[in-house]
C-alpha cells in the first residue's frame, strides 16, 4: 500500500520561508512522478509544482520562481520550499503521487498559513 506522509507546515510571517517534506513508501519512488497541490479555503485544490522521474520540474504561475520542488530518491522524499510567502499562499499541502500523467495518491495534506 502506497503511503505518503507530509511535514514541516506551519505558520510563517508574510516574506518567510517553509520548506515542506513527503516521504513515500510502498512502491518504488524513483520511477513516478511527485508533486505538491494545495488547496485554500473555499477554493478548489490546484497543482502548484511537480517533479518528473527524470527530475524536470514545472510549477504553477503563481510559485514561479518562490516555490522549489526537488527530490531525494535515496531518501524516498519530495520536497517544496517555499521561499517568499505571501498570505494567499494560505492553504492546505497535499504531496501526490502520478500515474499517467494524473495524480493516483494523495497525502493527508498539511496545513500552511502566512499571516502576520
Known amino acids: 500500500q502506497v503511503q505518503l506522509v507530509e511535514s514541516g507546515g506551519g505558520l510563517v510571517q508574510p516574506g518567510g520561508s517553509l520548506r515542506l517534506s513527503c516521504a513515500a513508501s510502498g512502491s518504488i519512488f524513483s520511477i513516478y512522478a511527485m508533486g505538491w497541490y494545495r488547496q485554500a479555503p473555499g477554493k478548489q485544490r490546484v497543482s502548484v509544482a511537480v517533479i518528473t522521474s527524470a527530475g524536470n520540474t514545472n510549477y504553477a504561475d503563481s510559485v514561479k520562481g518562490r516555490f522549489t520542488i526537488s527530490r531525494d530518491n535515496a531518501k524516498n522524499t519530495v520536497y517544496l520550499q517555499m521561499n517568499s510567502l505571501k498570505p494567499e499562499d494560505t492553504a492546505v499541502y497535499y504531496c501526490?503521487?502520478?500515474?499517467?500523467?494524473?495524480?493516483?495518491?494523495w497525502g493527508q495534506g498539511t496545513q500552511v498559513t502566512v499571516s502576520s
Open positions: 501526490v503521487r502520478y500515474y499517467n500523467g494524473m495524480p493516483d495518491y
